[in-house]
Nanobody
């Protein structure tokens, strides 16, 4: 049974930074794509970023390009999301997820974490 556990969320002022972590257990995730999604109140869950199994290919949503960086440490079975220049509109619950390959499409992600809250104050 695969478990994904996010951490690193919290309250930060606009312009600040946070780094989210997603630790996987139950099996190695070295051969999977990993993604981050977020959902704000009264909004649909949206794609944030994804990374392929080797870490060599990454994807970003338009709203976070240039501010967020996804990375992974396969030795630690962990994926990270470095978030810089945070804006109030980045406030949401952030979820990590695993898929057979890196993709922006939620339907391909088979494992999901419980989420971590990120709140950016203005």
């Amino acid at each position: 049974q695969v478990q994904l556990v996010e951490s690193g969320g919290g309250l930060v002022q606009a312009g600040g930074s946070l780094r989210l972590s997603c630790a996987a257990s139950g099996r190695t995730m070295n051969d999977t794509g990993m993604g981050w999604f977020r959902q704000a109140p009264d909004k649909e869950r949206e794609f944030v970023s994804a990374i392929d199994s080797s870490g060599g290919t990454t994807y970003y949503g338009d709203s976070v390009k240039g501010r967020f960086t996804i990375s992974r440490d396969n030795a630690k079975n962990t994926v990270y999301l470095q978030m810089n220049s945070l804006k109030p509109e980045d406030s949401a619950i952030y979820y990590c997820a695993a898929a057979p390959f890196a993709t922006m499409m939620q339907k391909f992600y088979t494992y999901w974490g419980q989420g971590t809250q990120v709140t950016v104050s203005s």
